[in-house]
């Protein structure tokens, strides 16, 4: 029975990464139907995402449809989702987990939907099997996913699993990291393709100075990952997920054309982001120094430096704060002539701490934190 064929795909992000995701899709070829702001929709035949998964810098899961219907109460989401055949779908020694978003008058609360789905699912593949998958919160295997809006229901397959943030090189975080996702926007945000030097003080576990490496390097972060949804479902061709990597794999580069440099006051932070980019393969391409950011080497004749400071929120206080994004502004002034200069924070009144004037402010959201990247150009103050 074929099930999974030309069909529709839900692929989301953060907040504030849309426009970077859908530029990402688009140069892979692919034509957006819809998109709002964590999420877009695209048509195409089921094993492209494998593709997707493996080459996409900025997205968080890439969802397959199912199923969509109508749907007035718990009742009728369990007979719609015990409609479908389960029995080629997940084998019944597979562990499921079910993920439920529900904004509907007929349901008090999703965790309630979530077990709806799960027993349509284990009920269906026991009465054709004999047998069913256990079922539980880890989203290491099987992953379904619900939408239930209104009087309307979406049914998806989560061909990633856990989210496409966990590259799986970050394994000695630092103190409050930046998801993977969030970096890899943030640097396409400011334009980074690898060919002008990213200098990256305050550098914490290393994640922005990490994914510059691999966005330089036009190797697909997925490649570091060796376990994804679609792996555990029935119609998985393994011979054709190694083709696909293979023939991803081929079209990175071994070498930089421009320097990374990523620095940090804390030798244990320094410490940590090189054994991550050591994890990620990239450890010999970055330059890591212990210093303070205002002792951080600056390439000439210029490229983009990007830092990310603490906001007051988890990590320190706003007034102690202060005299450090006063000193920001200060070294971007003095050191970074000829740069253009990124600094994102979730603190806007820390960041009129600094004495330039931005160009612009793209908005983010950084653990339910809203945040911007502030860009300040100092290319025409070099000399």
């Given at each position: 029975?074929?099930?999974?064929?030309?069909?529709?795909?839900?692929?989301?992000?953060?907040?504030?990464?849309?426009?970077?995701?859908?530029?990402?899709?688009?140069?892979?070829?692919?034509?957006?139907?819809?998109?709002?702001?964590?999420?877009?929709?695209?048509?195409?035949?089921?094993?492209?995402?494998?593709?997707?998964?493996?080459?996409?810098?900025?997205?968080?899961?890439?969802?397959?449809?199912?199923?969509?219907?109508?749907?007035?109460?718990?009742?009728?989401?369990?007979?719609?989702?015990?409609?479908?055949?389960?029995?080629?779908?997940?084998?019944?020694?597979?562990?499921?987990?079910?993920?439920?978003?529900?904004?509907?008058?007929?349901?008090?609360?999703?965790?309630?939907?979530?077990?709806?789905?799960?027993?349509?699912?284990?009920?269906?593949?026991?009465?054709?099997?004999?047998?069913?998958?256990?079922?539980?919160?880890?989203?290491?295997?099987?992953?379904?996913?619900?939408?239930?809006?209104?009087?309307?229901?979406?049914?998806?397959?989560?061909?990633?699993?856990?989210?496409?943030?966990?590259?799986?090189?970050?394994?000695?975080?630092?103190?409050?990291?930046?998801?993977?996702?969030?970096?890899?926007?943030?640097?396409?945000?400011?334009?980074?393709?690898?060919?002008?030097?990213?200098?990256?003080?305050?550098?914490?576990?290393?994640?922005?100075?990490?994914?510059?490496?691999?966005?330089?390097?036009?190797?697909?972060?997925?490649?570091?990952?060796?376990?994804?949804?679609l792996m555990h479902l029935m119609n998985f061709n393994s011979e054709n997920w190694q083709a696909t990597r293979k023939q991803i794999?081929?079209?990175?580069?071994?070498?930089?054309?421009?320097?990374?440099?990523?620095?940090?006051?804390?030798?244990?932070?320094?410490?940590?982001?090189?054994?991550?980019?050591?994890?990620?393969?990239?450890?010999?391409?970055?330059?890591?120094?212990?210093?303070?950011?205002?002792?951080?080497?600056?390439?000439?004749?210029?490229?983009?430096?990007?830092?990310?400071?603490?906001?007051?929120?988890?990590?320190?206080?706003?007034?102690?704060?202060?005299?450090?994004?006063?000193?920001?502004?200060?070294?971007?002034?003095?050191?970074?002539?000829?740069?253009?200069?990124?600094?994102?924070?979730?603190?806007?009144?820390?960041?009129?701490?600094?004495?330039?004037?931005?160009?612009?402010?793209?908005?983010?959201?950084?653990?339910?934190?809203?945040?911007?990247?502030?860009?300040?150009?100092?290319?025409?103050?070099?000399?």
């Amino acid at each position: 029975m074929e099930i999974f064929k030309k069909g529709v795909f839900l692929i989301t992000c953060g907040r504030g990464i849309m426009p970077f995701l859908h530029r990402e899709v688009k140069q892979l070829g692919y034509d957006v139907l819809s998109s709002h702001e964590t999420g877009l929709e695209i048509e195409a035949e089921y094993e492209e995402c494998y593709k997707l998964n493996l080459c996409l810098r900025t997205a968080m899961h890439i969802m397959y449809l199912l199923k969509k219907f109508a749907c007035t109460s718990p009742d009728e989401l369990y007979k719609a989702v015990a409609s479908v055949p389960w029995e080629h779908i997940i084998s019944p020694t597979e562990y499921v987990s079910v993920v439920s978003v529900a904004d509907t008058k007929h349901l008090k609360n999703s965790m309630f939907a979530s077990q709806r789905v799960k027993d349509a699912i284990v009920d269906r593949i026991m009465s054709k099997c004999d047998s069913r998958p256990d079922a539980g919160p880890q989203r290491d295997n099987v992953v379904v996913n619900l939408f239930w809006k209104n009087n309307r229901c979406w049914l998806y397959v989560d061909t990633s699993g856990n989210k496409l943030s966990d590259r799986t090189y970050r394994k000695l975080p630092y103190i409050a990291p930046l998801q993977e996702t969030l970096a890899a926007a943030l640097l396409l945000a400011a334009d980074y393709d690898g060919t002008k030097a990213l200098v990256n003080p305050m550098c914490g576990s290393g994640t922005l100075a990490i994914e510059a490496a691999l966005i330089a390097l036009n190797r697909a972060p997925g490649l570091l990952r060796v376990n994804y949804g679609l792996m555990h479902l029935m119609n998985f061709n393994s011979e054709n997920w190694q083709a696909t990597r293979k023939q991803i794999k081929k079209s990175g580069k071994q070498q930089l054309a421009a320097k990374i440099i990523a620095s940090d006051i804390s030798p244990q932070a320094v410490d940590i982001a090189r054994k991550n980019a050591q994890t990620a393969g990239v450890d010999h391409l970055i330059e890591f120094h212990a210093c303070d950011f205002s002792q951080t080497p600056m390439p000439k004749p210029g490229g983009i430096v990007i830092m990310n400071p603490e906001y007051g929120v988890r990590m320190g206080q706003e007034i102690q704060l202060r005299k450090t994004y006063k000193d920001i502004g200060s070294f971007l002034q003095t050191k970074c002539k000829g740069y253009k200069a990124y600094v994102f924070t979730g603190n806007m009144r820390l960041a009129e701490q600094i004495p330039l004037q931005p160009v612009s402010e793209k908005p983010f959201s950084n653990a339910r934190i809203d945040c911007k990247l502030f860009e300040y150009d100092l290319a025409n103050e070099y000399d």
